[in-house]
């Protein structure tokens, strides 16, 4: 089970930080991501950090220097740190996770076996 907090208002150029936190075990093993669905669009990718044996991180474009993406394995888990944030980053933010590493592609939805509910971020301008 994953169960995303921290979402809320926020003016643009704030930050906000959203954290992920997984029941089970051996949350080590587990590939994280972070995806987003504006209002009338498709979920897209944001973020992602492998399992951690092999930490490689991955950022769409339009966060990159942004956005940072962090996993604490003794917490069970993963964050999403937002700073200068832009209207077009308001969304509903889900985080999700495959063992390992994702099925297919990092950036896709269709990678992810397990999703949390989401939490919504709003950046007024």
């Known amino acids: 089970q994953l169960v995303e907090s921290g979402g809320g208002l926020v003016q643009a150029g704030g930050s906000l930080r959203l954290s992920c936190a997984a029941s089970?075990?051996?949350?080590?093993?587990?590939?994280l991501g972070w995806f987003r669905q504006a209002p009338g669009q498709e979920r897209k990718f944001v973020a992602a950090?492998?399992?951690?044996?092999?930490?490689?991180?991955y950022y769409t474009e339009s966060v990159k220097g942004r956005f940072t993406i962090s996993r604490d394995d003794a917490k069970n888990t993963v964050y999403l740190q937002m700073s200068a944030m832009k209207p077009e980053d308001t969304a509903v933010y889900s985080c999700?996770?495959?063992?390992?590493?994702?099925?297919?592609?990092?950036?896709?939805?269709?990678?992810?076996?397990?999703w949390g509910q989401g939490t919504q971020v709003t950046v007024s301008s």
């Open positions: 089970g075990r051996a949350f080590n093993t587990w590939a």
């Open positions: 950090i492998g399992w951690t044996g092999n930490n490689s991180t």
């Open positions: 999700a996770a495959n063992q390992w590493s994702p099925n297919g592609s990092w950036y896709a939805v269709a990678g992810y076996a397990f």
